[in-house]
Nanobody, 124 residues
């Protein structure tokens, strides 16, 4: 089983909402910072949101999703969430979560552990 598994993707109309989940298996999530990234064919992967480990509450968002997306974590469930509201057609992408013990690796887009991704499609 892959250590990180995303779920919750799907198709939605513009203005709608989705909540993505990222489940870590085989380790304790509270030791990891987690980032959400997205990629469309032919384009580079972009960071969308990130959350630091434990109870720091530290989060970071890309300008394109700030105010619409919220990242949160439930370490008891070994799960990180990405709540996406006010979805736009340009949010259509493959979304992946990734984990690393260092915040810098998340911000640089070079975390060690990656999930396989979940597709989000937003129609007009």
């Amino acid at each position: 089983q892959a250590p990180l598994v995303e779920s919750g993707g799907g198709s939605v109309q513009a203005g709608g909402s989705l909540r993505l989940s990222c489940l870590l298996s085989g380790a304790s999530f509270d030791e990891y910072a987690v980032g959400w990234f997205r990629q469309t064919p032919g384009k580079k992967r972009d960071g969308v949101a990130a959350i630091a480990w434990g109870s720091t509450g530290r989060t970071q968002y890309s300008d394109s999703v700030k105010g619409r997306f919220t990242v949160s974590r439930d370490d008891a469930k070994n799960t990180v969430y990405l709540q996406m509201n006010g979805l736009k057609t340009e949010d259509t992408a493959m979304y992946s979560c990734a984990a690393d013990r260092t915040w810098g690796s998340i911000l640089r887009g070079t975390p060690k552990i990656w999930g396989q991704g979940t597709q989000v499609t937003v129609s007009a």
